[in-house]
């Protein structure tokens, strides 16, 4: 069974720092590509940082020098250390894979940035 289980998140003010954390269980960590989305109520999820199997990352700009994604494959676990955090910010964050053709979501954690 595949599972993807969030911790991290919470109230910071702008300007701090948190980091999220996604553990895996069901899958071979090691070659999947994994993904941060975030939502805010009313709108979409949106695509916030990407990383390859081989270690490669992308991320949207809004978030480019503050957002690092990272993974470690012992612990079969995605991490997303958010820094220099704005309002803007704000929103539910989703861990995200695509699994034997099918999508596999986190449960959400909620980061809240206070000015």
């Known amino acids: 069974q595949v599972r993807l289980v969030q911790s991290g998140g919470g109230l910071v003010q702008a300007g701090g720092s948190l980091r999220l954390s996604c553990r895996t269980s069901?899958?071979?960590?090691?070659?999947?590509?994994m993904h941060w989305y975030r939502q805010v109520p009313g709108n979409e999820r949106n695509l916030v940082a990407v990383?390859?199997?081989?270690?490669?990352?992308n991320y949207t700009d809004s978030v480019k020098g503050r957002f690092t994604i990272s993974r470690d494959n012992a612990r079969a676990t995605l991490y997303l250390q958010m820094n220099n955090l704005n309002v803007d910010d704000t929103a539910t964050y989703y861990c995200?894979?695509?699994?034997?053709?099918?999508?596999?979501w986190g449960q959400g954690t909620q980061v809240i940035v206070s000015s």
């Open positions: 995200q894979t695509t699994w034997r053709s099918l999508n596999w």
């Open positions: 069901g899958i071979n960590f090691k070659i999947a590509r």
């Open positions: 990383i390859s199997s081989d270690g490669t990352t």
